[in-house]
């Protein structure tokens, strides 16, 4: 089975409205942590967001937040005020354990496209 | 820019030939890891050093590839006998291991085409 999963290959979104992009994710281990990155075209994965299993609140920083549902195990990344800029590939990722030194486990990643 | 960097950003080479890439970790990182990425797809990791010791190695890494870190710093990663497969990106991330929010950062990425 796959560990993240990504539903959504390709978004389309207005400049200056919010976007949800998906993810789940599968683990039985209670301890982990997930993550989202921005992958522009130039092929450097950027850092976003980070949420731990045992975290209260959902994560948010700037214009990026987390919607944390921990029992549907789901992870969604919502943009806010998309900018021409967030095109990009966007992966979800997650580490298991708390075992610093694990690796992340990604999934496919959404291609989201801002249209002016 | 004291991100992560990578060397070459591209490379082209025909099969059978042998091929190293080079990462520099963020300043002061002592864990490293390398990731491939083939097209549409997102990264699968490859093997993770803490400071000089490799410690894990995905079943992906065959004995063609070999990596390093020697004196806990930079990193090689070589293929020998370059195959048509081993086309993809090759990125190379960081991390300061600082408990169960550790970030890893990666590097540009080295796209690797083999002919």
């Known amino acids: 089975a796959q560990k993240i999963t990504q539903t959504q290959p390709g978004m389309f979104v207005q400049e200056k409205e919010a976007v949800t992009l998906d993810c789940t994710y599968d683990t039985s281990d209670p301890s982990y942590g997930l993550f989202w990155y921005k992958q522009p075209s130039s092929g450097e994965m950027i850092f976003l967001i980070y949420q731990g299993s045992y975290d209260q609140q959902n994560a948010t920083e700037g214009r990026y937040s987390l919607n944390f549902q921990k029992a549907r195990k789901s992870a969604n990344l919502v943009i806010s005020a998309s900018q021409l800029g967030d095109s990009a590939m966007y992966f979800c990722?997650?580490?298991?354990?708390?075992?610093?030194?694990?690796?992340?486990?990604f999934g496919g990643g959404t291609r989201l496209m801002v249209k002016p | 820019d004291t991100g992560v960097s990578q060397d070459p950003r591209h490379k082209i080479t025909k099969r059978g030939q042998n091929v190293t890439f080079r990462c520099d970790p963020i300043?002061?990182?002592?864990?490293l890891y390398w990731y491939r990425q083939t097209l549409g797809q997102g990264p699968e990791f490859l093997t993770y050093f803490q400071n000089e010791a490799q410690l894990e190695k995905s079943r992906l890494l065959s004995d063609r590839f070999s990596a390093e870190r020697p004196k806990g710093s930079f990193s090689t990663l070589e293929i020998q006998r370059t195959e048509q497969g081993d086309s993809a990106m090759y990125l190379c991330a960081s991390s300061l291991g600082e408990g169960n929010q550790e970030t890893q950062y990666f590097g540009p990425g080295t796209r690797l085409l083999v002919l």
């Open positions: 990722a997650m580490r298991e354990g708390w075992n610093a030194g694990n690796m992340l486990t």
């Open positions: 300043s002061e990182h002592n864990r």
